[in-house]
């Protein structure tokens, strides 16, 4: 067959599978209310969730920064690209979450994904094992590939089933937990205390990821880690820029050896050209925002919607169709249940669990005709049978347009 023809084979199957994807495109900043393929929508999807992405200070210092530095770095970090910026930022950073760490730095990345490459491929070297939750974000899974290590996967969120799994592997290789802190597809949170408990027992690392956690866990959003007061030299911690923080870019937080190593031997880093100088001089103006009274006041007022939006969605059932008109998806409604469930979510990523990948797609489209962007996710973003709503809360959302959606998903 022709290449060509092999993937257009490829394609039409993705289409009668359901998994198909597409983009839709967005005429206007990111926020809840925004224009998409033309059409005037509340959106549910964003990760913006301090709504900080489309703040005039933000905006401001991204222009100062790009007067100052210029619109690019021209490099890598080793090779000239390094800005003044950057180290500032990796000051800010260290200072923000490094609590865990007797002498804690940071050092910062393009992206998450390359971040978490970073981490998991410098940190194993050869006759390592990985310890990877079963639902750790595609860019884990790829850091434990790009390892080349022994990777074993243990339950999702099980901390006695992976105390087992160290405990049988008696051998005196590097080990590494590795771990979502607030998974991006269920919004449940790791259980991080006896994660690391089991890390200090066994000698090993825990990377977490707390892609979604840095800026809205803890009271001054320090991240899932800070919020539990958990301190350990072991820990290996990465947070995103793009997310609550509302710029662009990810960073490692860890003991000042990890950092250099990383610096040594992190390909995702050293192989790349910077991020623009004026990402990381917003960044900075995004942690300033995000540790004094406006990003108080944004957690606050995220946590009001968390809660109505979990209180409507957590008491719907299934009808056993597969449809969406209520599958179960929390905690008590789950025990015994022959349907997937999902836990309770207590973050800003509130699942409203489907099933079928067409319908989950035939009920995103019906929302959306009535004026709502709740994105549908399928395999392999989530385990088959398991294609849902995910529904993403922000602090810029009012709370006339949550009850306005509630409305609407309830009838749908
Ligand atoms: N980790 C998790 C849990 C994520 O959800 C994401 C992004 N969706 C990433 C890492 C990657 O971060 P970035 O978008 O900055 O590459």
């Known amino acids: 067959m022709h290449p060509l023809e092999v993937l257009r084979a490829g394609l039409a199957d993705l289409q009668v599978r359901g998994l198909h994807r ?115 974000h595609a860019s884990l899974i790829d850091g434990a590939r790009l390892a080349r290590a022994d990777v074993r996967i243990y339950p999702h969120g099980d901390a006695a ?54 800026g809205v866990q803890g009271s001054d959003g ?37 950092i250099e190593w990383l610096i040594q031997r992190a390909r995702t880093y050293i192989y790349t050209t910077a991020a623009a100088p004026a990402l990381a001089h917003a960044a900075i103006s995004s942690i300033g925002i995000m540790r004094g009274g406006d990003g108080q006041a944004r957690r606050a007022r995220l946590a009001g919607h968390i809660e109505m939006l979990s209180a409507a969605i957590g008491t719907r059932r299934t009808t056993g169709t597969g449809q969406a008109s209520g599958l179960p998806r929390a905690g008590a409604a789950c025990a015994g249940s022959e349907t997937a469930c999902l836990p309770r979510s207590s973050t800003a990523i509130q699942p409203v669990l489907v099933g079928a990948n067409q319908a989950a797609l035939d009920l995103a489209e019906t929302l959306l005709a009535q004026g709502f ?3 549908a996710v399928r395999p392999p973003t989530v385990p088959p049978g398991t294609a849902r709503l995910r529904l993403s809360l922000s602090a810029a959302h009012e709370p006339a347009d949550i009850e306005r959606f509630i409305e609407v998903l309830s009838a749908s």
């Open 22 to 136: 597409r983009r839709r495109i967005s005429d206007t900043p990111c926020a809840p209310r925004i224009r998409i393929d033309g059409r005037d929508v509340v959106a549910f999807a964003s990760n913006d969730y301090l709504g900080l992405a489309n703040h005039p200070e933000l905006i401001e210092a991204l222009s100062q920064g790009a007067r100052q530095y210029g619109a690019g770095s021209g490099g890598s970090h080793l090779l000239g690209g390094h800005s003044r910026a950057h180290a500032l930022l990796e000051d800010t950073l260290a200072e923000y979450c490094g609590g865990f760490a007797r002498n804690p730095r940071a050092l910062t990345f393009s992206t998450g994904y390359m971040a978490n490459i970073a981490m998991l491929a410098a940190l194993a070297g050869p006759g390592a094992t990985l310890y990877s939750d079963a639902l750790n």
């Open 222 to 258: 320090a991240g899932s880690v800070a919020a539990l007061g958990l301190r350990s030299p072991l820990l290996v911690y990465m947070g995103t820029l793009g997310k609550a923080a509302g710029v662009a870019g990810a960073f490692i937080v860890a003991e000042e050896t990890v």
């Open 161 to 214: 089933a992976l105390g087992e799994m160290l405990a049988a592997d008696a051998h005196a290789g590097v080990k590494i937990i590795v771990t979502d802190a607030v998974f991006s597809m269920d919004g449940d949170i790791a259980p991080l205390a006896d994660l690391l408990a089991l890390a200090e027992r066994h000698q090993a690392w825990l990377a977490v990821d707390d892609a979604h956690g840095f």
């Open 373 to 375: 962007w709740a994105p």
